[in-house]
């Protein structure tokens, strides 16, 4: 399934620098997410965009940031990240944002802070 | 929360056995999704459930829903080693356009050839 593509699939960074985490999906779909999952925790949602219009930013740090040009891709912006950060960061999109909509996730970017 | 809750959270079976994970959730919810997560890769969607629903089938897959339990079973029949995954329900809690999914931490599924 390589419907929706994330890169890098794995990144080491330091506190201090900035990186950025891409997103594209080839399926079509108006609604995107970026979803963090860490070790033993649920899947835990940060945003979702509708029609690249931002609905849902759930309590996430300001050292995320999301961005959505169109309705095909996807960042999220990284700056002064805490070592709790390190994380899988999983992307996922769905045909529209209404009830009932299965998500496609990508194969998620590992991201490990030092 | 209104997470789902996976039991068990570890499942160790023999290839040809079934294989049941549970689910428990709190509140209302629209739909029920479960998802399979093979290491290293994201996930996929296997069977969605919607609230009126009471079984749903899938090849292999079997999907109950109990909501007056608030409670859905995933069966796997006739386990193959491939199907060692990682695997997530999904609640869908969601109102007006506002649609979003709460995933519980899972049940690992480790089928031995």
């Known amino acids: 399934e390589t419907g929706v593509t994330q890169t890098p699939r794995h990144l080491v960074m330091g506190m201090t620098n900035k990186k950025s985490l891409k997103c594209e999906q080839h399926?079509?779909?108006?609604?995107m997410y970026w979803y963090k999952q860490s070790a033993k925790k649920p899947l835990e949602l940060m945003f979702v965009y509708n029609f690249k219009e931002q609905t849902e930013n759930n309590s996430v740090p300001s050292r995320f940031s999301p961005e959505c040009p169109n309705s095909s891709h996807l960042f999220l912006h990284l700056h002064t990240l805490q070592p709790e950060d390190s994380a899988l960061y999983l992307c996922a999109s769905s045909q529209d944002p209404g009830t009932g909509q299965p998500q496609h996730f990508g194969d998620g970017t590992r991201l490990s802070i030092l | 929360s209104q997470q789902g809750e996976e039991d068990p959270q570890a499942l160790s079976i023999q290839e040809g056995e079934n294989a049941t994970m549970n689910c428990s959730y709190k509140t209302s919810i629209n739909n029920l999704q479960w998802y399979r997560q093979n290491s290293g890769r994201g996930l996929v969607h296997l069977i969605l459930?919607?609230?009126?629903?009471r079984e749903k089938h899938s090849g292999r897959l079997r999907v109950t829903l109990d909501t007056s339990k608030k409670s859905s079973s995933l069966l796997i029949t006739a386990s193959r080693a491939a199907d060692t995954a990682s695997y997530f329900c999904?609640?869908?809690?969601?109102?007006?356009?506002?649609?979003?999914?709460?995933f519980g931490k899972g049940t690992l599924l480790t089928v031995n050839p």
């Open positions: 459930i919607r609230s009126n629903e």
């Open positions: 399926l079509g779909h108006n609604a």
């Open positions: 999904a609640t869908d809690h969601s109102g007006g356009s506002n649609y979003k999914l709460t």
